[in-house]
Structure formats: C-alpha cells, structure tokens
C-alpha cells in the first residue's frame, strides 16, 4: 500500500479498496454516501475551488452543518492543497466573521441562512473571499446542487488532486482566546497523520465499525472521527446537533444505527447515562467508549458503566495544539468507594511527554509541574500570533515542546493525575473558555465599568460567574446582560451567574483580586 | 424550595397559571438574582443565552414531571421553548 502522509491519501485509497461501502450515513436526512461517491463529490469541490483559484498554502473557511456535505467539503478544500477551517454554527456571526477574516480565506462554503450576515460582517473588516452558498431548503444533498449552480455558465475542468508535503497545514481550528479574540490553532497533516495513526493502533478498527461522530467539526475531536473511520474503510454516523443534545433521541440512535465505537466528551455521556434509558436498548454492536475534553465525574462515569458494561473505556486527553496526548483506559470494575476521578494516564506512543516546574527544570516523579509534549501532533503555532507561539513552547534538550498550561503529577503506577490549570482556562462541557475571553465581551457592554470572571467547579460541573461593576446609573437587567453576552460570546461563555458589586477588590499592584473574588463564592 | 404546581382535583391548570409555574423555575434555576419583572412572556430564553441546552433539557425534565405530560425530542427546542408564553402553550395542550 502507498503510504499516506496526507489526510486525504485515506479517502483515495478506501475509494479503490472499498467503492461501494457506506462511507458516511446522516440519520438526520436518512441519506448515506459511498467511498466511490464521496471521492467523486469532493473532486467536484476540488476542481471548482481550483477554477476559483484557490492554491497549496490557501485558507478555505467551511461555516456548514454537520452534514455529508461538510465531510465532502473537508476532503474537497484538502485535495487542492488548501487548508480547511471550519467554524461554529451556533457562534456569533460576528465571531465566525472574524476567525474567516483572521486567516483571509480564499473561499467559503457557508449556508444560505448565513450567508448575508455573513458577507455583510466580512464587508467590514475588509474583502470579502468568494461565498459557495448551500441551500439545504432546495433538498439533503445541497453542495450538489451549488457546484452545478456554478458549472452550468463557468464549467471547472478537471484538476489534479494536490499531495503537499506533510508539514504544509491541513486544518486551523480556532479556540478561545486570553485577550478575547479567538486564536488559530495551525495543524498540519503530518499531525493529522501521527494521531490518526496512533489510534489505529490502540482502537484496532475495523471495516466492519461504525463510528460516531458527535462533536462539532471545530473540535479536535472531530479528527478521529473523521479520518479513523475512513482510513479504516469504516462507516461514520453523524449527529446533528440538535438529536447530540436529546438523551432519548440519541440512546435510541446509537443503538439503531449500531454504533461500535462512540466518542464525545463526557457531559453527554453522563446525561445519557442519566436520562437516556439506556436499558431500553440493545448495544452489543458498542465495542470502544472514548472521552475527553474535560474530567469525567466517577460518578457519572460508574453510572454509565452499569448501563453499558461490555465496550472498553478511554480517558483522552490532550490541548486543540497536540490533541491526544496521553490516555488512559479505565478499569473493567469501579470500586464503590472511588470518588477522585481517573488519571489522564500516560504519554502516546507518537509523543513525549515531560514535566516541568516554574523554572522549565524537569520535576521528579510525584512532584507537581506542568506537562509539556513534543513530537509530530504538537502544532506548528498560533495563525499570525508568532510571539504568542513562541511563548507556547518550552526549549528543552534541544527540542521544542507545547507547555499545555496543565499542571499534572505523575503516579507511582507512571499515570499522570490532572491536578490543574496554570492560567485562567477551563473547560465546560467539553467547550475549552479562556475566562479573558468572558470579560472582553462583558466590558463592550456600555454600562460595564468592571467586569470579572471565574469558574465554580462542583458535582454537577462547571459553572461561570461574572462579577461586575457598572458606571453610572441603573445597572443593565441580567436578562439584558445575558442576551448582551448571546449576541457576542457563543453560547456555552455566556456566564450562569452575575453578581454586582460597587466595585471589585484589588491587589496591591491595582489588578482585580480573583483570590478574594473566589473567597466571595 | 421547589416549585410546586397543584392541580386540583380534575380541573385542567389555565394558560397562565402553568406560565406562572414556568416563570417562577427560569427565575429560580436560570436567573439566580434577576428581578421577577424582569421576566416577561416574551422573553426569549434560548435565543436570548438564558437557557443553553442543557438547561432546556432540565426545562424540559421539569415540565414532564411537575405537569405529568410527555415532550417529543423535537419540541426541546427553541420552537417551543423559547419564552414562557410558548412553553405555557405547549403544556397546555398536552393536559
């Protein structure tokens, strides 16, 4: 077999070996797609964005649903040497705007609903890059339709599938940033590659799985989920996010459509194991349960294991900027008296792993420091942030490695134990928030003279409360507030709690006093 | 304190008692701190950040248990849970 040192050489190469198996089902539309029909689509993709211009090294935005269409568009942008960067759906328009604006992509493909809102905020901040609109009203299949929009007066000739060099960029997915802005995570196909290849190792796939896809396409998670399954010649069943939010519809899917391995952060799973009657139905077909994102409470995690004993338990962790880096598989038996939850466990075998503490010296085993990772799935930089990524890294016996900005501890077994953040990141619900981010939004409110904000962590997860304080006359409403915060900040940073304050406490060098503000929980 | 909802004897809850009930949980639950004017009929709870999905889930958990009804995946969504008029309306139709 060639080798693949691109992402989408495994396409290409299930295509040929395996034409007319189901590459991708949509339970949503009820519709499917084979190898051979995928390949055939994002060759369109690619030949029109060629015609359009778009060259190795180009930028191509994708602000769609989670669709066929969407995973024909990441392998399309791919095949012309060009980088995808999807976007949230559910984000802000403007937010969305900006992230296409920060990395000048050459084209979009965008859905009808936003695309006005779209051009109109691009318009702003400049040019606007060409818009390939889909129209999901005109029928399931609307890339289709779109390319033959554009060839009927402008034909694309065929063009030639692009294999870059495997450090050339494959995908950017934009994360929460510290001064507000969102930042670009640049990955390449080499740490597309690595990652994709270490998970055959330890997941085994096989062509007979079916896999999930239930995170949203701007989430490292989507990597495995995407190119596992088609490396593998394996089916990928996708959840819309509407049915990956209902426990019942989705407990019910996951055993009709026979999904064997799942992979989601853990909120969802806990919700499923706490709502979704899963007792109702058959999940033989479920052979591997993967997580990550944020810290799986034993509780929950116990609760699914009862519902779901026979498949096998992955803790997953690792930044957008490694993803996976170490792992840890959860024990067959939970003891009823655990109640920490599961190490992050050790280090992938594509990767290395070392702890530092606040000097960059390395720590010994048992002491606290932070974890740094080096080797082919740690990113190239920040998207045109060079001092940010050069702040990033830690030069150590003479290689680079990512400071994750966790602090770990490593056990007496050689697992590493999260112990906690360094800075002010965190994670709800799967949904990494730089709490920076929280307050630049809070302070374009007019009557905001102060805002802070920090993070409550208890059983039920984390929750985000905003400690304001206003200028002049009457305070805005919370409703206000919270609508304020809907209109600029996606969803999930909008703060569940607000506190007014005539003024918030400082330390003695004058910044806000997060010690105290905790204190005031 | 839990938000009680009485149902006496076989008599069928009105439109605006059920959004009173409804009113009373989102000021509880989703707007710890907010005046109770604040919250009007027309206040958009999903498209306005006050409720993200996993409060229409737990929206939607309240509504089953305290109004003995049976919601369909598609009505938790923000077609009919938007603000409290609509959620009242849909409980209400299923008495």
């Known amino acids: 077999m060639i080798a693949q040192t691109v992402l989408h050489q495994y396409l290409g190469t299930s295509a040929m070996r395996r034409p007319e198996h189901t590459a991708i089902e949509d339970p949503a539309t009820d ?8 390949d055939a689509l994002s060759n369109r993709l690619r030949d029109r964005l060629w015609r359009w211009g778009v060259r190795p090294g180009d930028r191509v935005g994708i602000y769609l649903r989670k669709s066929i269409d969407s995973v024909a568009s990441v392998f399309g942008i791919l095949k012309t040497g060009a980088a995808y960067v999807p976007v949230d759906p559910g984000a802000p328009v403007s937010r969305n705007a900006y992230i296409l604006n920060n990395c000048s992509v050459k084209v979009t493909l965008v859905e009808d609903r936003f695309a006005n809102g779209l051009a109109k905020e691009l318009a702003q901040l400049g040019d606007v890059p060409r818009l390939l609109v889909l129209d999901w009203s005109a029928g399931d299949r609307p890339l289709a339709s779109a390319l033959q929009r554009e060839d009927d007066p402008d034909p694309a000739p065929p063009s030639e599938t692009v294999i870059p060099s495997p450090d050339d960029l494959g995908y950017i997915l934009y994360t929460s940033g510290s001064t507000g802005k969102p930042k670009g995570v640049m990955l390449s196909h080499r740490n597309g590659v690595s ?57 019910a899917l996951i055993a009709e459509r026979r999904i064997s391995l799942w992979y989601s952060a853990p909120s969802i799973l806990s ?14 077909a479920l052979r591997i349960v993967n997580f990550a994102g944020e810290v799986f409470p034993v509780k929950h995690l116990r609760r699914l294991k009862s519902l779901w004993p026979h498949p096998r338990y992955f803790n997953l962790y690792g930044p957008t900027e490694t993803n996976v880096c170490t792992f840890f598989e959860i024990p067959p038996a939970i003891p ?39 080797g082919p799935g740690v990113m190239q930089g920040y998207w045109s942030l060079p001092e940010r990524t050069a702040t990033a890294f830690l030069a150590y016996g003479g290689r680079n490695w990512y400071k994750t900005g966790d602090i770990v501890v490593e056990g007496a077994d050689g697992n590493f134990i999260f112990v906690g953040r360094r800075d002010r990141m965190v994670k709800k619900r799967g949904y990494r928030i730089e709490l ?50 809907a209109e600029n900040l996606p969803i999930y940073m909008v703060p569940d709690v607000f506190s007014f304050q005539d003024w918030l406490p400082k330390t003695s060098t004058d910044k806000i006093n997060y010690q105290r503000l905790k204190e005031m929980e | 304190m839990t938000t009680a909802i009485i149902i006496q004897g ?54 089953e248990d305290q109004f003995k009804i049976e919601l369909q995946g598609h009505e938790v969504s923000k077609d009919y849970l938007n603000t409290t008029a609509s959620i009242a309306n849909l409980v209400h139709s299923k008495l």
Not at chain 2, 34 to 58: K, M, V, Y
């Open chain 2, 10 to 63: 076989e008599e069928k809850m009105t439109i605006k008692e059920i959004e009173q009930a409804v009113a009373q949980y989102i000021l509880k639950e989703c707007l710890p701190g907010a005046r109770p004017e604040e919250l009007t009929s027309a206040t958009p709870l999903i498209t306005g950040g006050i409720i993200d999905s996993l409060g229409a889930l737990n929206l939607a958990l309240f509504l």
């Open chain 1, 436 to 485: 920076g981010e929280i307050e630049s939004g809070l302070y374009k409110h007019p009557a905001i003279k102060e805002a802070a904000v920090i993070a409550i962590q208890n059983e039920g997860g984390v929750r985000i409360k905003a400690f304001l304080s206003c200028k002049e006359g009457r305070p805005p409403s919370i409703i206000e507030l919270k609508r304020f915060c």
């Open chain 1, 271 to 284: 919700v499923l194991a706490e709502y979704g009657d899963l007792a109702k139905h058959d999940y033989s």
């Open chain 1, 31 to 38: 519709g499917s797609i084979t190898y051979a029909e995928l």
């Open chain 1, 195 to 251: 990652y994709v290849d270490w998970c055959s190792e330890v997941f085994q796939p096989r062509e007979s799985d079916r896999f999930s896809s239930h995170a949203p396409f701007h989430f490292d998670l989507s990597i495995l989920d995407i190119y596992l399954p088609i490396k593998h010649s394996a089916t990928l069943v996708l959840i819309g996010e509407e049915i990956g939010k209902q426990p019942q519809q989705l407990a």
């Open chain 1, 336 to 374: 009823d008296e655990r109640t920490e939850p599961y190490p992050i466990g050790q280090t992938c075998a594509h990767l290395q792993s070392v702890v530092v503490d606040e000097q960059g010296q390395m720590v010994t085993a048992g002491l606290e420091g932070e974890l740094c990772i080096s």
